[in-house]
């Protein structure tokens, strides 16, 4: 039986064939000294997605988990985003990527809008609200 691997490099796209994938983790490399985030992991129902925005531009590849070794670079550390946005178990809503923002929604009310940062680079938050417990 042959698997879909979602891939994306888009300026808009959103994500259908994630809605209801359970969340099991959600990891970013944080820059300790600006706070901006870098590579994003998210495990959903058993299986990783590794993001980032760039020059405006959504990638997205499924597959690929945190390594520490290559991913985290001096000064940098990863950050529990799964903690602090309280979506450890819980499905996904939407993934949208428009107007050079990526807006993770989860159903128990979270939610989590990035944008690339206009100076610099890396992906600054632009909104996060942890859902219900």
């Not at 000294?33 to 531009?57: E, I, K, M, N």
């Amino acid at each position: 039986m042959a698997t879909r691997t979602i891939r994306r490099q888009h300026e808009s796209t959103n994500f259908p064939e994630l809605r209801g994938a359970i969340c099991s983790a959600f990891r970013a490399v944080i820059c300790e000294r600006d706070q901006r985030l870098g590579l994003l992991f998210l495990q959903l129902s058993d299986v990783w997605h590794r993001f980032y925005l760039d020059a405006g531009l959504l990638f997205w590849e499924e597959g690929s988990c945190p390594e520490p070794d290559d991913d985290v670079l001096e000064g940098e550390r990863y950050t529990d985003l799964g903690e602090a946005l309280r979506v450890v178990g819980v499905a996904v809503g939407e993934v949208e990527m428009h107007d050079s923002q990526l807006t993770l929604q989860f159903e128990n009310g979270a939610r989590l809008v990035l944008r690339n940062r206009v100076q610099g680079d890396g992906t600054e938050v632009v909104e996060l609200v942890p859902g219900n417990s």
